[in-house]
């Protein structure tokens, strides 16, 4: 097996011992041990226990990020708002079919912060919100959107979705903030004004 292979294969499995356990519970023999290999051989892939849990983590996060850029590109021939609308709804209901990683957040609530200065993840947070300040600047540049600053419409929109994400599937809210989620997306693409 490929190296990258395997460290996926590590990732993939270290997420569900954390996201069974918790990181404070799991020790590199439970991780080694669920997969049956040597905790020396786990350390050819992690300096050690927090080395292994931040990777993991985020490995899980960049797969998330790769579905909402797939979605996006799929959407890509209904312009700006259908590849908006894509972002928005596919980064928001990923966590209902990732129950590991979502235990995992769960489990560890700061790994998503509502605030950079607190984020671990900072990297991959941000090219999310690069995504985005895309399709606003697209939009803008085609005059369907009308944003005076893409920057901070950027910033202050991942922020609202962070903290939907956080009520939803951390705070385990559930339906009355998916609901909600719905309503907001809806008036920020659409509006409040009739037609």
Same mark, same amino acid.
């Given at each position: 097996m490929k190296k990258e292979a395997k460290q996926e294969e590590i990732f993939r499995n270290t997420l569900k011992v954390f996201a069974e356990y918790g990181y404070k519970k799991t020790t590199i023999e439970d991780i080694a041990e669920s997969m049956g290999m040597a @905790?020396? &051989? %786990?350390? %050819?892939? /992690?300096?050690?226990?927090?080395d292994l849990y931040l990777n993991s983590v985020a490995w899980g996060l960049n797969l998330w990020q790769q579905s909402v850029k797939e979605a996006v590109i799929k959407a890509e021939p209904g312009g700006p708002l259908a590849r908006l609308e894509a972002l928005c709804f596919t980064a928001y209901n990923y966590l209902a079919g990732d129950a590991i990683l979502r235990k995992t957040l769960e489990r560890d609530p700061e790994l998503l912060p509502l605030f950079e200065s607190k984020d671990p993840y900072l990297d991959i947070n941000r090219q999310s919100v690069l995504m985005l300040k895309s399709i606003l600047a697209e939009g803008v540049e085609s005059g369907i959107f009308e944003i005076p600053d893409i920057d901070d419409a950027a910033k202050s929109l991942f922020f609202i979705y962070i903290m939907f994400v956080q009520?939803?599937?951390? /705070? &385990?809210?559930?339906? /009355? @903030?998916k609901g909600m989620f719905n309503i907001i997306i809806n008036l920020m693409i659409k509006g409040l004004l009739k037609k």
């Open positions: @905790v020396g &051989t %786990l350390y %050819l892939y /992690a300096k050690n226990k927090r009520k939803t599937y951390i /705070a &385990t809210e559930g339906d /009355a @903030v």
